[in-house]
């Protein structure tokens, strides 16, 4: 069967469960070799070790991907151990929904770093390794709730509004060395970070509001990854893809 991704080098952050898991999984069965970045080096090894078993190649990598040296230090191995790097997917976050006044600065300081520094490093630090590899494709997961104002989520909305920006930015600066910069923009995903933070009430309410009529699975976003780090989404880059069964335009 043809793969889409032959020969790649990728790296997923967030890569332990979730869309992050899938997305490796994807990828790795479509022929990359991916690096698979989690904060819990326990995990990542797992998630590595799960991809490998199922007939794909992985590498584990662990550390606090608000740090830039954690993604600059898992890029350049899989450069130095594989010659080539060429796919990076920005997907870790952390989130807490809170009121306005419940925002503490241990809650906005995590989120923020999650969710914004580390794509800010991640771009920074993949860019010189795609442009020595001939250019490359940037994966930036953002939300549908960065282009919504959405009750007890402001920090979450600001954070994935401003990954938006961020994507097109660094698409038209770095076109240039045939690197393009991409982001996802999820509706509600069944997610074990989901489940964390949404009581079935508001899991009703979602699934009322999508006019699909369903939540979305992570293979969803995984197949939207896919097509965007493959060769057939060649001239597109600075695009926000929204991946939420038509709930944005539902709320506009």
Known sequence: MHKRLPHKVALVTGAAQGIGRAIAGRFAAEGAIVGVLDIKAENAEKAAQSIRDEGGQAVAFSGDVARRET???????LETQFGRFDILVNNAIWVRYN?????????????????????????????????????GSIINIASAAGFLGIPSAMIYCG????????????????????????????????????????????RAKRIARTPMGRLGQV??????????????????????????GGVTHAFS
Do not use: H, Y
Not at 71 to 77: G, L, M, R, S
Not at 109 to 123: A, C, E, P
Not at 163 to 170: A, E, F, K, P, Y
């Open 99 to 135: 009121t306005i006044d419940a925002i503490t600065p241990e809650i906005l300081q995590r989120m923020v770093g999650t969710g914004f520094n580390s794509v800010v490093w991640g771009i920074q630090v993949a860019a010189p390794a795609m442009a020595r590899s001939g250019g």
């Open 159 to 202: 954070v994935k509004a401003g990954v938006l920006g961020l994507t097109r930015s660094s698409a038209v600066e770095l076109g240039k060395d045939k690197i393009r910069v991409n982001a996802i923009a999820p509706g509600s995903i069944v997610t074990e970070g989901v489940s964390i933070n949404v009581d079935e009430n508001m």
């Open 71 to 77: 993604i600059a230090d898992a890029v350049q191995a």
């Open 219 to 244: 293979e969803d976003i995984a197949a939207a990854a896919c097509f965007l780090a493959s060769d057939e989404s060649s001239f597109v880059t600075g695009e926000s893809m929204l991946v939420d």
